[in-house]
């Protein structure tokens, strides 16, 4: 069964640490994105990368930073965490224009 | 104008009826477009898919695409109660598949 897996499914963090958010997928697909989710906005796309190394930002980039060095690999990154930034964060990766495959999502709370 | 719309609902039918869900996109250059379904906590999981106009079947879904009005529906038929769920129309507008707009989704409950 094909999986993306993401490293952690509740996080709890204090404002201005840096958080890590780790996506791996064994499905050998170019395409990697990251979401946030919230209640009455739905899904926003921060980040995505159509191939190792390179990156595109979404509509929501700021704050955020991304990290692709393997295929298999897609790491989100909040430099200085605020609580405006607790949210559900959703990996998902694509083959071409093919639907997405998510991840079991992280719950990030900033306190 | 939002780019892809649905109604929140909620959209509530009775066990083993049709259940109806409509989704209106706003860019006619879209190329693709699906339909995940998201339980209460969970991610959302691909369910549909459709890429030129007609209908889609896979079991008890059917997909509806009609480009001309912009116009994407999901049919379920024979509803059950483990298809209560919030419905995320997405609409692909490239053929990278990298610009993927999401609808806010629709919820429905099937009441046993």
């Known amino acids: 069964d094909v999986k993306v897996t993401q490293s952690s499914r509740y996080l709890v963090k204090r404002t201005g640490e840096k958080v890590f958010l780790e996506c791996v997928q064994d499905?050998?697909?170019?395409?990697m994105f990251w979401y946030r989710q919230d209640p009455g906005l739905g899904l926003r796309l921060i980040y995505f990368?159509?191939?190792?190394?390179?990156?595109e930002k979404g509509d929501i980039p700021e704050g955020y930073s991304v990290s692709r060095e393997k295929k298999e690999r897609f790491s989100l990154i909040l430099e200085s965490a605020s609580t405006n930034q607790t949210s559900m964060y959703l990996c998902?990766?694509?083959?071409?224009?093919?639907?997405?495959?998510f991840g079991s999502g992280t719950r990030l709370t900033v306190v | 104008q939002k780019e892809v719309e649905q109604n929140s609902g909620p959209l509530s039918v009775p066990e083993g009826a049709i259940a109806s869900l409509n989704c209106t996109y706003s860019?006619?250059?879209?190329?693709?477009f699906f339909w995940y379904r998201q339980y209460s906590g969970k991610s959302p999981e691909l369910i549909m898919s459709?890429?030129?106009?007609g209908d889609k079947e896979d079991g008890r879904f059917t997909a509806q695409l009609n480009k001309a009005s912009q116009y994407v529906s999901l049919l379920i038929r024979d509803s059950q109660p483990s298809d209560s769920a919030t419905y995320l129309c997405?609409?692909?507008?490239?053929?990278?598949?990298?610009?993927?707009?999401f609808g806010a989704g629709t919820r429905l409950f099937v009441k046993a």
């Open positions: 998902a990766s694509s083959l071409s224009r093919d639907g997405y495959t």
């Open positions: 499905m050998d697909h170019e395409n």
């Open positions: 990368s159509y191939d190792v190394k390179m990156k």
């Open positions: 860019d006619r250059v879209s190329q693709s």
């Open positions: 459709i890429y030129s106009n």
């Open positions: 997405a609409v692909n507008k490239d053929t990278g598949g990298f610009k993927t707009i």
